[in-house]
């Protein structure tokens, strides 16, 4: 393929459907995730964890464990600095392992190193944990219940009012008056809405390592955010930056689930006592006790006038977070900021609470706090269009913000001609078409705010023969950040696109990036790749005007080609005259931010809005409550497509990944706490199945984004309306409403027949404001 | 970690037998059973593996004596490839193609479902309606045990501890109808909240049903069958009013449990909906 460079170059610049770079290595198992990692003589740790969620730790003993050959470690809290290291990316509230107490199920409260993972597995048996299991909260309402037990301490949160209640952090956001247009609306709809506790089940369950590496360490996780971590480990640890080499491979699927620190630190911890390198390499079972997504329960209360317009919303959410913070009271911020969603609305009050309870630390997971309280508002849009016998479409159309419009005041205003997704989509499902007896069609959207703050650096060295590295600290989880980089690389500087390297997954190596999160790489760390190509073009056109005995005004390069009057010339002709005898490389650098604001809510506007909007038609078997979904159509604005095929990948995965949480996934609990469907037995995700009988996707391009070539960030948008359109659809084919996920067989029929079970899951509450 | 018990793999069948006789060893056979219950430390854990997977007198496909012959090694795959399957028991084929997913149907055997005796195996309702006998052999010989007398209580069979299942024969019976369904938590890879088969006879024209067989899975202890709603059926023709009254029936005389997967309501009402569709699609009305 390479030997005629030329002719290839540019063959897969943007918006072209450039195969994915590494995607045959992960196909066919070649592509190394931490996991498989030579790891010469590195110790396996095992976590030791009680069969409790709450318990009061009083005796652990090693003695047993330490008997098992190979053994090196037992190590208990004891056996860390004093106080209790915490760590953790908006409070630091995580202990490395629990101090006195367990604060859920699966929380470690001892590991074990040892020289063989079997060894280690026998070892961690053999601990023996004296505990009492102590009076505990799983729920929202038993969270919130007066007396009920805190599950953090209030020493550790100095100086807040809230530090004797379970919950974290109340959100006040909205606009206008809610109370004054309560009397301007004609109709009221109010709803209560459930989500799940599901989990982001990546293939690749979570690894980590960490080894002494000269006067430092260095540390191997499948993490979305190594720069993130390279400074929570430096803190934990007590060492300067560059003495914390963070290695990221590229994760088999993160999900949000992979962006902070885990069990790093404590594999830092045990490789600094033992001198020896440490890994950990969680089962599937243990990542349902590592992370999952906040469930919650969202009140809304919609004013509409008779003819559909809105007039005011109220919300009020709580999301279950679980025992520390992680990064979940951020997504209920996020999510709740723009839960008004994609429309003109002249009053909104949105409350939304982080209630912390003695389960799993939820965390980021795809939709970042937003799916919640979308389920909730669209839902209630499905049953106001029903009561104000409006098309639910046109109530959508006749609400939506229109392209400048500050839909919330004082923030980045609708930066996209969003009615065009919602007909798109509707024209794409026939929405006014026949039905077919059984079935029933739902429509919804969804709306995200993209990253508030942001900064990416890039390098980029055109080498001596053409070819390209191009250095970019994003994460490739799977989202194909690599093709996309390469892509820029190889149109801006006229290589093939085998002949550029990405270099990502090394902080020793690869300049700063803030995180992968958000869907903000391609825009991000896109601009600061195309940035950094400018700088190398720039360096060019110097030395093409040098060649040429020309002043650089006289001088264009862009997408791969000098420019110099009349002629053509590929940059790399310019490139090997110019190099000369000594040969070498031209190094560009880039940078792309998005600036803070510190008086902004979250801190920052958003840099751009994802939106889709879903429509889907179902089959609802009424004897069995089993849902088909017979089709799926998912429309989002991305600005540009900068590889068509990864845009409907990243679509169409995500509407999968919704359906889940739709119609099967949920976390199932016993009285104690602990989760009974632990593992891929009892936790369905859908399988190929289980997919909708006819899946399309489609996208709106008008080059109206913030990155590269007006793209905007993709790849959580089609998640975001999946629930609501599925629930509607449900509705339409067999008039019950249903406001609890997943929507599983058996609560479907349960609905179906409230007769045979005495327990209606209909619940309306419909109130005339005149 | 896992336990590593010592494996044995007999060459053929004596060697098997004797092994078997000497000292108690689990088969293993594709393993699909066997490994997930090792790995999870599910139940009683084996202190010996007996590898049954050469033995080639366990494989096979025949038809003869007025009877589909299974080998007990036919994975899910060899029955839904095999034409005698196909054409003398479709409802096993259709059972078969539920099965897990490719992995599982390449290596899992009917055999090992037989012999596992889980209350979900979805095709012991099958056997249970076709009449099925299972040929169990061991150093003392060869006997037939007939289906409904083979599962005995949770996960128990009638095989003594020295016996290996070495195929099971499905009478062939040009005039019997036999129907399957399986209600499982997801469309692959799941198991049944629910599976039924349902079998009967015509004969000599006539409308009324002869024979007739309701078996289910995943409602009881056991692959059972529902004897009172049997007789309720039988000489009935498949009519509206006999459906709701199987339907009834039915329900009333499963006892099925709540579990993390489903709840014994649902698994009740599902059951009667499904028989009574499963009656009113035979009936064509
Ligand atoms: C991912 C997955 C999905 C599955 N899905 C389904 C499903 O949808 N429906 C379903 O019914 N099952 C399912 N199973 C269970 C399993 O695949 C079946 O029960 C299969 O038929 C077992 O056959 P095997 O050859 O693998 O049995 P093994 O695991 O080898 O053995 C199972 C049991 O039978 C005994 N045994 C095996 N052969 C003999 C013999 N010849 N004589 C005496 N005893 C014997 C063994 O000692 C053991 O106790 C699934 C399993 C997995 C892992």
Not at chain 1, 55 to 74: E, F, K, M, N, Y
Not at chain 1, 201 to 225: K, V
Not at chain 1, 356 to 366: E, I, M
Request: glycine share 10%.
């Amino acid at each position: 393929m390479s030997s005629n460079h030329g002719a290839e170059a540019g063959a897969f610049g943007v918006g072209a459907t450039a195969p994915r770079v590494g995607g045959l290595e992960r196909v066919t198992g070649r592509q190394e995730y931490v996991a498989d990692l030579p790891h010469g003589d590195a110790l396996h740790v095992k976590l030791v964890t009680v069969d409790a969620a709450r318990a009061r730790v009083d005796v652990i003993d090693g003695t047993r464990a330490r008997a098992v050959p190979g053994v090196h470690l037992v190590m208990t809290p004891a056996d860390l600095p004093q106080p209790m290291p915490r760590f953790g990316p908006q409070r630091r509230d995580r202990p490395v392992l629990a101090v006195g107490e367990t604060k859920y199920h699966g929380e470690p409260v001892a590991a074990v190193a040892a020289e063989t993972p079997d060894a280690a597995e026998e070892a961690a048996r053999l601990v023996e944990v004296d505990y009492e299991e102590l009076p505990a909260v799983f729920t929202i309402e038993a969270a919130l219940a007066t007396g009920a037990p805190l599950v953090q301490e209030p020493s550790l949160r100095p100086g807040d009012p809230l530090a004797t209640t379970n919950i974290l952090r109340e959100h006040r956001y909205g606009w206008g008056d809610v109370e004054a247009a309560s009397n301007q609306a004609d109709v009221v709809i109010e709803g209560t809405y459930a989500f799940p506790m599901v989990t982001q089940f990546a293939i690749e369950p979570h690894a980590f390592m960490a080894a002494p590496d000269g006067d430092g360490i260095a540390i191997w996780s499948s993490i979305q955010h190594p720069y993130w971590l390279q400074r929570v480990m430096a803190d934990l640890v007590e060492l300067p930056l560059s003495k914390v080499r963070v290695f990221a491979p590229d994760p088999g699927g993160a999900f949000g689930g992979k962006q902070h620190a885990k069990y790093e630190p404590l594999v830092a911890f045990i490789a600094r006592r033992t001198g020896r390198p440490a890994r950990l390499v969680l089962t599937l079972e243990e990542t349902f006790q590592a992370v999952r997504r906040g469930a919650a329960e969202v009140r809304v209360r919609a004013g509409f006038r008779s003819d559909g317009t809105l007039v005011f919303r109220d919300i009020e959410a709580n999301y279950l977070i679980g025992a520390y913070a992680d990064i979940a009271d951020r997504t209920v911020a996020k999510g709740s900021y723009t839960s008004n969603g994609p429309y003109r609305v002249p009053s909104v009050r949105i409350v939304a609470r982080s209630v912390l309870s003695h389960t799993v630390p939820s965390t980021a997971f795809r939709g970042f706090g937003n799916p919640q309280q979308i389920w909730a508002v669209e839902s209630n849009m499905d049953e106001a269009a029903r009561i104000l016998e409006i098309d639910p479409l046109e109530l959508r159309l006749r609400n939506l913000a229109r392209r400048g419009e500050a839909f919330i005041p004082h923030e980045t205003p609708a930066d996209g001609d969003w009615a065009a997704s919602v007909s798109r989509a509707a024209e794409l499902i026939s929405w006014g078409g026949p039905r077919q007896p059984g079935r029933g069609r739902g429509i919804a959207v969804g709306l995200k705010s993209g990253p508030t703050t942001g900064l990416s650096y890039s390098t980029v060295r055109l080498l001596g023969d053409g070819s390209v590295v191009v250095y970019a600290g994003t994460s490739d989880m799977g989202q194909g950040a690599r093709t996309i980089f390469a892509q820029i690389a190889a149109g801006e500087l006229g290589a093939p696109l085998e002949w550029v390297t990405v270099v990502m997954g090394d902080t020793a190596v690869v300049p700063y990036d803030q995180q992968t999160s958000a869907s903000r790489s391609s825009v991000l760390m896109g601009n600061a790749v195309l940035a950094a190509c400018r700088d190398v073009q720039s360096k060019i056109r110097t030395m093409a005007a040098r060649l040429e005995g020309l002043p650089d005004d006289g001088i264009m390069v862009d997408r791969g080609e000098v420019r110099i009057g009349e002629r053509v010339l590929p940059i790399r002709e310019v490139l090997v005259r110019g190099l000369g005898r000594l040969g070498g490389e031209v190094i560009g650098v880039g940078e792309a931010r998005k600036e803070a604001d510190p008086d902004h809510p979250l801190g920052g506007t958003s840099a751009f809005y994802e939106f889709n909007c879903t429509a889907v038609e179902v089959e609802v078997d009424r004897d069995t409550g089993d849902v088909t979904v017979t089709r799926h159509v998912t429309v989002s604005d991305v600005g540009k497509a900068l590889n068509p095929l990864q845009v409907r990948g990243q679509d169409e995965g995500a509407a999968i990944m919704g359906l889940g949480h739709t119609l099967m996934e949920h976390y199932i609990f016993d009285e104690a706490g602990r989760i009974r469907n632990l593992g891929a037995i009892d936790y369905r995700i859908p399988t190929t199945m289980d997919l909708p009988l006819r899946m399309e996707s489609d996208t709106v391009e008008n080059e109206d984004g913030p990155g590269p070539y007006g793209a905007k960030g993709m790849s959580e948008g089609a998640l975001l309306p999946v629930a609501p359109a599925v629930a509607a659809a449900v509705r339409d084919a067999t008039g019950v409403v249903i406001r609890d996920l997943p929507l599983t067989p058996e609560r479907v029929w349960r609905a179906l027949h409230p007769e045979l079970t005495g327990a209606p899951e209909v619940r309306q509450a419909i109130e005339g404001a005149r | 970690m896992p336990i590593q018990p010592p494996v044995e793999s007999p060459r053929d069948l004596g060697e098997a037998y004797a092994l078997l006789a000497a000292t108690h060893h689990r088969p293993i056979a594709g393993g699909t059973d066997v490994m997930v219950q090792i790995t999870g430390e599910i139940g009683q854990l084996p202190d010996r593996l007996l590898d049954v997977w050469h033995l080639e007198g366990l494989r096979g496909i025949t038809v003869s004596e007025g009877a589909l012959t299974i080998g007990a090694l036919t994975t899910y795959t060899a029955m839904r490839h095999s034409a005698p399957c196909r054409e003398h028991a479709p409802a096993l084929v259709e059972a078969a193609a539920t099965i897990g997913a490719a992995q599982i149907q390449n290596r899992g055997t009917i055999g090992g479902n037989i012999a596992n005796a889980s209350p979900a195996g979805d095709t012991l309702p099958v056997l249970l309606a076709m009449d099925a006998e299972i040929v169990a052999g061991s150093l003392r010989g060869e006997r037939i045990v007939a289906a409904a007398d083979f599962w005995t209580g949770y996960r128990r069979t009638a095989l003594a501890p020295d016996e290996l299942v070495l195929r099971v024969r499905l009478p062939i019976a040009p005039d019997r109808e036999v129907r399957f369904r399986k209600i499982g938590t997801r469309r692959a890879q799941a198991i049944s909240k629910v599976v039924m088969a349902l079998s009967w006879h015509l004969r000599d024209g006539r409308p009324e049903w002869r024979d007739v067989r309701v078996a289910l899975g995943s409602v009881a202890e056991r692959p059972i069958r529902v004897v009172a709603t049997e007789a309720l059926l039988e000489g009935a023709a498949p009519t509206a009013e006999t459906a709701a009254r199987a339907a009834e029936a039915v329900a009333g005389e499963i006892k099925p449990i709540d579990d993390v997967r489903s709840t014994a309501d649902y698994r009740r009402a599902v059951t009667a909906r499904v028989l009574q569709r499963m009656i009113r699609e035979a009936g064509g009305w």
